[in-house]
């Protein structure tokens, strides 16, 4: 019978740019909602899977990813796979810096001309990363909310997210910032 094993991580990565707070956004992106399969080679029937779950934060210069991951599997493989887990992290959070550094500025808004409001689950878009510390409250996260303009449109239009796989939005000083990302690899093979 399946065990199963609760893990949380928190990485504290540099927030003093946009691009290093986007790092953190594409790094978030990549690992939430992930299931990965962790067969030992000589015996894969004793297999682990786990689910992947993630929360941010931002302090100051300081954006706080945190990690949360769910194993289950044979139970005297929970501990070593929750213990390579953390490489797969450090591979995402270096991809999510490639993400950022290949990424496109879009468009700006200033912050008091976007308000963040709730959506429900039908009006959810995956492919917008917003930072889940400006989600209003009671908001499901990470998609259940959406900006908006001064004129109650939603922000960016459903144009520019239709022409963009990936989109991300940074507050940073007296602005939000748009960028494009690169599709994730996943993406790309569709």
């Known amino acids: 019978?399946?065990?199963?094993?609760?893990?949380?991580?928190?990485?504290?990565?540099?927030?003093?740019?946009?691009?290093?707070?986007?790092?953190?956004?594409?790094?978030?992106?990549?690992?939430?909602g992930q299931t990965l399969l962790?067969?030992?080679?000589?015996?894969?029937?004793?297999?682990?899977?786990?689910?992947?779950g993630t929360s941010d934060a931002l302090a100051g210069q300081v954006y706080h990813l945190g990690i949360y991951a769910e194993l289950s599997g044979a139970k005297e493989y929970l501990e070593p796979a929750a213990d390579a887990l953390t490489e797969v992290f450090e591979e995402q959070i270096a991809a999510g810096t490639a993400d950022?550094?290949?990424?496109?500025l879009l468009e700006r808004q200033p912050v008091d001309g976007i308000?963040?409001?709730?959506?429900?689950?039908?009006?959810?878009?995956?492919?917008?990363?917003?930072?889940?510390?400006?989600?209003?409250?009671?908001?499901?996260?990470?998609w259940g909310f959406t900006a908006v303009d001064r004129t109650g449109a939603r922000w960016p239009r459903a144009e520019v997210v239709e022409r963009h796989r990936r989109l991300a939005v940074v507050p940073f000083?007296?602005?939000?910032?748009?960028?494009?990302?690169?599709p994730l690899e996943e993406e790309e093979e569709k």
């Open 100 to 104: 950022a550094a290949a990424a496109t």
């Open 1 to 32: 019978m399946p065990k199963t094993l609760e893990r949380e991580w928190e990485f504290e990565l540099p927030a003093a740019r946009p691009e290093e707070i986007l790092a953190g956004l594409a790094a978030r992106d990549r690992l939430f």
């Open 115 to 142: 308000v963040f409001q709730a959506v429900p689950e039908e009006e959810e878009q995956p492919q917008l990363v917003l930072p889940e510390w400006l989600a209003p409250e009671g908001a499901e996260l990470p």
């Open 38 to 52: 962790m067969e030992p080679e000589e015996q894969p029937e004793k297999s682990v899977e786990a689910w992947i």
């Open 173 to 182: 000083g007296e602005e939000y910032l748009l960028y494009a990302l690169p």
